[in-house]
């Protein structure tokens, strides 16, 4: 059961890059089936598709011709809904649950966004740039972990093992989290930390996290104690984003898989896609990692896995 306010009790559908491609672009009698079905639900008005910020960056890699055709059909089934960013969400969650306001559609998404935006030129150049610096910072930042997974492979942990491993990765982030808004009540206010790599900086997340709950929600010294007795005794678990990007983080690192661009852009969309949605189509691979860590039954979200196009 989801605790989210949908006034208008529509069913929302989160179509990755992969689904996206399958339903637009492949001819597979299942595609066109699943497209035909969506179009009609869309049309009587009982479902949306929203777009977002990664359909964007993914979808600027394909010729301009197709990136342009995929979008403005995309944009024809979102009904002007679109997913921000993930920290923008994280951020509101985050208050939301401190001053335990409602959960809305508004809280995941913008409502009336702009078609046609992969039809701009200088809009589609941004976001194929985007998408380079994406992929030189994660695989420089992952190069390391990529090696030493390459070697942790070869070597056999049991069931226990593996589970410890996989609750100290998540505490890392929920301590340095704590960490930072410790900072934040001594200090009386927080800097962005530089995250540094040979193709430039990039701002430390959890940093810009607690930036957003400062500056755009104003939270105070007492919210921030409240939220670090939060952390202290639930983690993350009451924060659903940072609760799915931390279990896929950790999935990923116990089974010792070579990190991707692509697999950081996946748990980006299923940070945000997964919570509100009420069916997510995928690829096998990430349906299988949700399924693993029992995502789709806590958030309630029916996933899905299609085949591959030919």
Known sequence: ????????????????????????????????????????GFNNNQLICPLSAEHYIETSQKQQDKAVLL??????????????????????????????NNITLKTFMYDEIYENILSNEENLRQFDEIKKQLNNKIEEATIVANEIRKIERTKKYDA?????????????????????LNNLLEDGHIYIRGVQFTSGDVPNWIDQIIFQLTKKHKITQKEARILIKELKINGFNNI???DIRTSLSALISVQNKKETVNDQIDI??????????????????????????????????????????I
């Open 268 to 309: 980006m969309r299923i940070s945000t896609g997964l919570p509100i949605s009420d069916i997510l189509l995928t690829d096998s691979t990430r349906k299988r990692e949700i399924e693993e860590l029992e995502l789709d039954k806590k958030y309630g979200t029916l996933v899905f896995s299609g085949k591959k196009m």
């Open 160 to 180: 226990a093992i593996k589970e410890k491993m996989f609750n100290v990765h998540k505490s890392i982030s929920i301590a340095e989290l704590i960490s930072r």
């Open 71 to 100: 979008d403005n059909e995309f944009y024809k089934i979102s009904g002007g809904y679109a997913f921000k960013p993930e920290i923008f969400v994280t951020s509101q969650l985050i208050i939301s649950l401190i001053r335990k």
């Open 240 to 242: 659903p984003t940072l």
């Open 1 to 40: 059961m989801k605790h989210i306010s949908n006034k208008d009790n529509l069913t929302i559908i989160y179509l990755d890059q992969f689904a996206s491609s399958g339903i637009f672009e492949s001819n597979l009698i299942e595609w066109t089936k699943i497209k035909e079905l969506i179009v009609e």
